[in-house]
């Protein structure tokens, strides 16, 4: 009899999911995000500057399978680990990740977890030590990433 799924860890690529998932228990699950799974919209400027330039995220179409499978598989837990790249970008994926999961029915907790090499020490280490998310480096990326569509957005208007 196949032991139950009780645990998700998600990654951001299919061959660190492969590489992690020979390191931890089998009970656990590991699924990779391919990167980014949300974005302002391509066509709109997707910035409410009368709302405190509050972003408006969308699923791309390319992400919304990837999207519904990690849905479906944190669904039959009640732990997902969020275990993108320890920087910036991978700080705002770990966000965009719960922002989608966290609505799902039932109960899990969310945990962000870290590591800076793809060994089984360091992944074990890390899952021993989970945190929370870094709302500072969400939040630097998001000014980041708002500060190029308001530039980029306009400035390519003028130049077409």
Request: proline share 4%; aromatic share 6%; net charge positive.
């Amino acid at each position: 009899m196949a032991k139950k799924i009780t645990s998700l860890i998600i990654v951001e690529s299919p061959a660190k999911a492969k590489k992690i998932a020979s390191y931890v228990a089998s009970d656990t699950m590991v699924m990779a995000s391919v990167g980014h799974i949300r974005d302002l919209p391509k066509f709109v400027l997707g910035v409410n500057i009368s709302q405190n330039y509050a972003p408006n995220y969308e699923i791309p179409k390319d992400k919304k399978k990837i999207v519904d499978d990690l849905r479906k598989a944190a669904a039959k837990v009640s732990t997902v680990y969020l275990a993108s790249d320890p920087d910036r970008e991978g700080e705002s994926i770990a966000w965009h990740l719960y922002e989608v999961l966290k609505d799902l029915p039932g109960e899990r907790k969310f945990y962000r977890i870290r590591y800076n090499e793809i060994t089984k020490t360091a992944v074990q280490a890390a899952l021993a030590k989970p945190s929370e998310i870094d709302q500072d480096l969400v939040d630097a990326q998001q000014a980041r990433r708002v500060i190029d569509r308001l530039s980029g957005f306009r400035l390519s208007k003028l130049i077409a």
